[in-house]
């Protein structure tokens, strides 16, 4: 993909994020079933792998090694749900057709590719059929 179709791309997230309710900003709250916290931080489109995958990005301090009150379990479960009400919605406004989505919490800000050992990080990979999200191991 161009820089240009990857910063079209960035403005589009943040375009969600305005649409979300919040003011236009790179980072938005979501809400999650566990209620932790939880902030959009970006939407990547990589066709890197040799296919489409859309990357979220989320924000979730909760699930901090230390100090954290949110279990892997608890996560996956918002993740499945993050798939259903926001990145849905999300590919079919931007009409992106992904070969893979990919979700990653982080319970601290890490830039994207770059090694973070303190942070805590989970990843959950997803098919899109239709209306539904499958999740899909790595």
Do not use: K
Request: glycine share 8%.
């Amino acid at each position: 993909m161009s820089r240009a179709g990857f910063l079209a791309i960035r403005r589009a997230a943040l375009a969600l994020a305005v649409g979300l309710g919040g003011a236009a900003v790179a980072q938005q709250a979501v809400e999650v079933p566990s209620g932790q916290p939880m902030e959009l931080t970006e939407v990547l489109v990589d066709d890197s792998p040799g296919e489409t995958w859309v990357r979220f990005r989320f924000v979730a301090p909760q699930i901090a090694r230390e100090g954290g009150t949110v279990s892997f379990d608890v996560a996956s479960a918002d993740m499945d749900h993050l798939c259903e009400t926001l990145v849905l919605p999300y590919l079919a406004e931007y009409q992106l057709e992904a070969a893979r989505v990919v979700l990653s919490l982080s319970d601290r800000p890490v830039e994207f590719g770059a090694s973070s050992p303190e942070a805590t990080q989970f990843f959950q990979s997803y098919n899109i059929d239709g209306d539904a999200c499958v999740w899909e191991p790595f």
